[in-house]
């Protein structure tokens, strides 16, 4: 009995999609890819626009320190879309981080090159 309610509670803990040490793990790979970035770019690889903000991004700056991850080749890519969602009040990709700041998605990165802003972000 006590073993394998012991079990349950032990997978529980570490495969719901919901678990707490889950959601620590999705937390921390978000915060820590943030804080050792210039950019950060959460993405999906079949998306457009984030096609568009990546190739502007790596194009403009290739010096600077750039993760990308494709959240549909990740198994926690729902877990860190449900965190971003929570911590960015963004849903859709690709959300983009220029040092240390959520910026937004392509639209933004687009609006905020075309004003001659993002240099200036991505030197901050
Ligand atoms: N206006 C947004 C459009 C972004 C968008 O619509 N992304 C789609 C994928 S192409 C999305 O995130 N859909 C919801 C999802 O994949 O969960 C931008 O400029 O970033």
Not at 18 to 31: C, G, H, N, Q, R
Not at 43 to 49: E, F, N, T, V
Not at 96 to 115: M, Y
Request: glycine share 4%.
């Amino acid at each position: 009995m006590l073993p394998s309610l012991y079990r349950g509670f032990s997978s529980w803990l570490s495969a719901s999609p919901t678990s707490p040490l889950k959601v620590m793990a999705v937390k921390d790979l978000v915060e820590n890819s943030i804080s050792e970035n210039k950019i950060v770019v959460f993405s999906k690889s079949w998306c457009p626009y984030c096609r568009r903000a990546k190739n502007l991004l790596t194009s403009k700056f290739p010096e600077a320190k750039t993760k990308i991850l494709e959240l549909d080749e990740l198994q926690e890519g729902d877990a860190i879309q449900d965190y971003l969602r929570e911590k960015t009040g963004q849903r859709t990709v690709p959300n983009i981080f220029i040092s240390q700041k959520h910026v937004g998605g392509c639209d933004a990165v687009v609006a905020l090159d075309a004003q001659d802003k993002l240099a200036t972000l991505v030197s901050a």
